[in-house]
């Protein structure tokens, strides 16, 4: 599941065997969003159960205005 985790679209299957609520978007557009800023979003799976996302940004330039 993770290797699609941000893919659009995509929901676990308890999430589609249970009809949680949900479209499987969320992942997909936070993941454009950090791309589009030249960061990185990974996935790790979080035991005993849950999944942990990780955003890294890179460190902008101050704005003085």
Same mark, same amino acid.
């Given at each position: 599941?993770?290797e699609?985790?941000? @893919? =659009?679209?995509s929901? &676990?299957?308890e999430? @589609?065997? &249970?009809?949680h609520? !949900?479209? #499987?978007? !969320?992942? $997909?557009?936070v ?6 800023m #030249? #960061?990185?979003v990974?996935?790790?799976?979080? &035991? =005993?159960h !849950?999944?942990?996302?990780a955003i &890294?940004?890179p460190? !902008? @330039? $101050?704005?003085?205005g």
């Amino acid at each position: 599941f993770l290797e699609h985790v941000f @893919e =659009p679209f995509s929901r &676990t299957e308890e999430a @589609e065997r &249970t009809n949680h609520q !949900g479209s #499987g978007l !969320g992942l $997909a557009i936070v993941a454009k969003a950090v791309q589009r800023m #030249g #960061g990185q979003v990974t996935a790790q799976a979080n &035991t =005993p159960h !849950g999944l942990m996302i990780a955003i &890294t940004l890179p460190k !902008g @330039e $101050a704005q003085h205005g």
